[in-house]
């Protein structure tokens, strides 16, 4: 079994950043890609961004493109997800996500295999 733990959540301003963090531990495995998702209150989780396990391709959601980056350190089997220049719209929890196996698309939730708790982003305007 995969734990997927996220951290770094919390309340910042519009216009602030703050750094989320997706820990693997348990059975190790080398993962196809691992992605970040959100979903606010009220609507339906959607992809954040993406990065895969060989090359470090990285994929992010327009809404995200250049404000986002998501970066990854093997040997810490961890994940980041760096955020600068936070809009209230970006308020909601963050899930990070892990995908055991080949998918040709992983903006998809269903590409991932394991999911973490999610944590709290608060952008107050």
């Known amino acids: 079994q995969v734990q997927l733990a996220e951290s770094g959540g919390g309340l910042v301003q519009a216009g602030g950043s703050l750094r989320l963090s997706c820990a693997a531990s348990?059975?190790?495995?080398?993962?196809?890609?691992m992605g970040w998702f959100r979903q606010a209150p009220g609507k339906e989780r959607e992809f954040v961004a993406t990065?895969?396990?060989?090359?470090?391709?990285?994929y992010y959601a327009d809404s995200v493109k250049g404000r986002f980056t998501i970066s990854g350190d093997n040997a810490k089997n961890t994940v980041y997800l760096q955020m600068n220049s936070l809009k209230p719209e970006d308020t909601g929890v963050y899930y990070c996500?892990?995908?055991?196996?080949?998918?040709?698309?992983?903006?998809?939730?269903?590409?991932?295999?394991?999911w973490g708790q999610g944590t709290q982003v608060t952008v107050s305007s």
């Open positions: 348990g059975r190790t495995f080398s993962y196809y890609a």
């Open positions: 996500a892990a995908a055991q196996y080949y998918s040709s698309n992983y903006v998809y939730g269903t590409s991932y295999d394991y």
């Open positions: 990065i895969r396990g060989s090359g470090r391709s990285t």
